[in-house]
């Protein structure tokens, strides 16, 4: 095994002994879980820089030896999904997805393998650093041993920034292991740019959850700083009284931009919620929950909770409606599924319901909730016709801070 600080520096060779310059890099395929060496960087003494292809290295010896002579010597030409490990990975940050922590990478572990040479881990401990300033031994004269600290490479998703463009560098994509609250505390450490990096490495339902999860003003930051259509993309697959929350604070222009490229139904339904003022029911409901007519037997309405459940943020309670769509019962996901199949709804469902307006204040339908101990509170307008939802979690968010409000449990999601 070798670390890349005992090689950075260390003299290159021809087959002949001639010296062709000082190593300056290692380059490495990122295509695998355990990258192999393709090139080596070199810097010759005319401060020339060439990458030689692996193929011309006989030994990572001292010096380091190659194949042939000088003048034999042929450029390499990275490919996209190549890494420079100096210039992309060392000192940089990186997600620990074991540990869940983001930590920076002090060196690197390079093992031999079938003739090459692989990247098998990071070295994020003191001994790192003290490798590197070449005072590994000296630490031991004076007894003093610092704890060695290394993460295996398939463990790791490297994030690189730079100034003219942000984005994983090392595309693993092991930041789906995590769940979306962890990778959002991962994300509020990072910068901007670093942030919006996470996050091109997730699918589009995954950076929702992830986005959900985050702080107020970094959900703005990213969604300001990414292409509009793969924000479009991500607010699809929020809910629609997130996305409306997160829309109603983006300028005008923007938001509509946002608005023109989501999905029709999607766009709809989150233009409707921005429509009622911010402070009312209608401001924090959701207009995803499950709704059967009255005349439906118990085995239709779970036949309709199949069909929705997917899209559905709650689907504890079933409410139940008139052939002229006025909220007229309620009745819960357990009543339903112990019904006799054939019975039909209006039999047994509760008729003494508990709403609120879609312009009442929202500390009073959050109070409601308390109250009453309720999962769910149906909103409505003037004619009594069901318009919408207000979840617990979200009526907490009224009365807790929003750090405190992401610790409860969306235990009927």
Same mark, same amino acid.
């Given at each position: ?13 021809? %087959? ?6 000082? $190593? ?29 292809? @692996?193929?011309?290295? +006989? ?42 922590? #983001? ?7 390079? +093992?031999? %393998? ?38 295996? @490479? ?29 990778? %959002? ?10 942030? &919006? ?13 992830? $986005? ?21 993309? &991500? ?19 923007? +938001? ?6 989501? /999905? ?33 037997? %118990?085995?239709?309405?779970?036949? /309709? ?27 819960? #996901?357990?009543e339903v599924l112990l ?14 319901? &508990? ?23 149906? &909103? ?5 016709k069901l318009k919408g ?25």
């Amino acid at each position: 095994m070798v670390f890349l600080s005992e090689l950075i520096k260390r003299q290159v060779v021809d %087959a002949t002994g001639t010296i062709v310059g000082k $190593l300056t890099d290692v380059i490495v395929s990122a295509d695998t879980p355990y990258p192999k060496v393709k090139a080596l960087g070199v810097r010759s003494s005319d401060k020339k820089e060439i990458d030689i292809p @692996w193929e011309q290295v +006989a030994a990572l010896g001292r010096p380091i030896q190659l194949k042939v002579e000088d003048q034999r010597v042929t450029a390499y030409v990275s490919e996209e999904h190549e890494v420079h490990l100096v210039a992309d990975v060392l000192d940089r940050q990186v997600v620990d997805v074991d540990d869940k922590k #983001l930590r920076r990478v002090n060196d690197l572990q390079l +093992a031999p %393998a079938n003739g090459s040479y692989c990247l098998i881990g990071v070295d994020i401990g003191v001994s790192g650093l003290l490798r590197r300033l070449g005072l590994e031994k000296v630490a031991g004269r004076i007894r003093i041993r610092p704890q060695e600290n290394y993460i295996a @490479w398939n463990d790791v998703d490297t994030i690189h920034s730079g100034p003219l463009s942000v984005k994983l560098k090392v595309p693993k994509y092991n930041l789906v292991k995590l769940h979306p609250a962890d990778i %959002a505390e991962i994300m509020d450490q990072l910068s901007i740019n670093e942030s &919006i990096a996470l996050l091109d490495a997730l699918d589009e339902e995954s950076a929702a959850d992830t $986005l959900e999860e985050t702080s107020q003003e970094r959900q703005l930051s990213v969604i300001e700083g990414i292409d509009a259509g793969r924000a479009a993309g &991500i607010l699809d697959e929020m809910s629609p009284d997130d996305a409306a929350d997160l829309l109603g604070d983006l300028s005008t222009e923007r +938001a509509e931009e946002i608005l023109e490229l989501m /999905e029709p139904e999607e766009s709809e339904d989150v233009r409707k919620l921005l429509g009622y003022p911010e402070d009312t029911a209608g401001g924090i409901m959701t207009t995803e929950f499950v709704a059967v007519n009255e005349e439906s037997t %118990a085995q239709q309405a779970i036949d /309709e909770i199949r069909k929705v459940a997917k899209d559905v943020e709650t689907i504890y309670y079933i409410y139940v409606t008139s052939k002229g769509d006025n909220l007229v019962g309620v009745v819960s #996901l357990r009543e339903v599924l112990l019904a006799p199949p054939e019975q039909k709804l209006s039999e047994f469902m509760h008729k003494h319901l &508990i709403t609120a307006d879609v312009m009442e204040d929202q500390r009073d339908v959050a109070q409601k909730i308390a109250k009453y101990n309720l999962l769910a509170l149906p &909103i409505v307008n003037g004619e009594k016709k069901l318009k919408g939802v207000v979840t617990v979690d979200d009526a907490m968010d009224i009365i807790l801070p929003r750090a405190w409000k992401k610790r409860i449990p969306k235990m009927f999601g």
